[in-house]
Nanobody, 128 residues
Framework: VQLQASGGGLVQTGGSLRLSCAASGDIFSNDVMGWFRQAPGKEREFVAGIRWRDSVKNYRDSVRGRFTISRDAARNTVSLQMNSMNSDDTAVYYC??????????????????????WGQGTLVTVSS
């Protein structure tokens, strides 16, 4: 499947931005779609994940309560609504798919190594 991320841009501290990721192929019920980010000079880190079957979600602690991940099964799209943004959110954001043949733990959403398909990334810059 090909993943196309969009919605990045420049936003002021405290502002909001919405990212979208469209998948060109099938997403299956036990699959997980996730958002990761990589800031300059830092390693890629998990942001949020959602299981396709039941929309169970997981977030990194620093974005919980500010970011919301959602999916639209009809459009094969996953979105990330980002509110109350700060400079620590500045990064390139990637969407990815984790393929599973059975239901996996919510904790597994965080493991980048389990994701096999990645989008091209979209840049988010938060200015003060």
């Amino acid at each position: 499947v090909q993943l196309q991320a969009s919605g990045g841009g420049l936003v002021q501290t405290g502002g909001s931005l919405r990212l979208s990721c469209a998948a060109s192929g099938d997403i299956f019920s036990n699959d997980v779609m996730g958002w990761f980010r990589q800031a300059p000079g830092k390693e890629r880190e998990f942001v949020a994940g959602i299981r396709w079957r039941d929309s169970v979600k997981n977030y990194r602690d620093s974005v919980r309560g500010r970011f919301t991940i959602s999916r639209d099964a009809a459009r094969n799209t996953v979105s990330l609504q980002m509110n109350s943004m700060n400079s620590d959110d500045t990064a390139v954001y990637y969407c990815a798919v984790q393929r599973n043949d059975r239901m996996t733990s919510v904790r597994s959403f965080q493991s980048a190594s389990l994701y096999t398909e990645w989008g091209q990334g979209t840049l988010v810059t938060v200015s003060s």
